[in-house]
């Protein structure tokens, strides 16, 4: 993966939805795990949801399963869209939320440092 850049994040109110993409740009993620992550300050990163793209298997957080959704698009191709929909924010889900990408399949626990390539992040702000 050359370049991953994230882009929907904002401020919202609880219960609100937001869409995040990640644009994967490089070569094909057909092999790839794909992952969202999110980071609140004084936190560790934490993984919220993987996708793999040959099968499309999905893992969620337990802190999300149920509210938000993976999925990803084009993953034969050059060019792939990674997107987290968010439903029923709440404000624990504020933090800065990236995307990432590892060659193989992906983690059971979803450990960022398996994962090797990284977007700049977008910020998620969800106030009541």
């Known amino acids: 993966v050359h370049q991953l850049v994230e882009s929907g994040g904002g401020s919202v109110k609880t219960g609100g939805s937001l869409r995040l993409s990640c644009a994967a740009s490089?070569?094909?993620?057909?092999?790839?795990?794909m992952g969202w992550f999110r980071q609140a300050p004084g936190k560790e990163r934490e993984g919220i949801a993987s996708?793999?793209?040959?099968?499309?298997?999905?893992?969620?957080?337990d802190s999300v399963r149920g509210r938000f959704t993976i999925s990803q698009d084009n993953a034969d191709n050059a060019k792939t869209m990674l997107y987290l929909q968010m439903n029923n924010l709440d404000p624990e889900d504020s933090a800065m939320y990236y995307c990432a990408a590892n060659w193989g399949l992906c983690p059971e626990n979803l450990l960022p440092s398996v994962f090797q390539h990284w977007g700049q992040g977008t910020q998620v702000t969800v106030t009541s």
């Open positions: 996708i793999y793209g040959d099968s499309g298997s999905t893992l969620y957080a």
């Open positions: 490089g070569y094909s993620l057909r092999y790839y795990c």
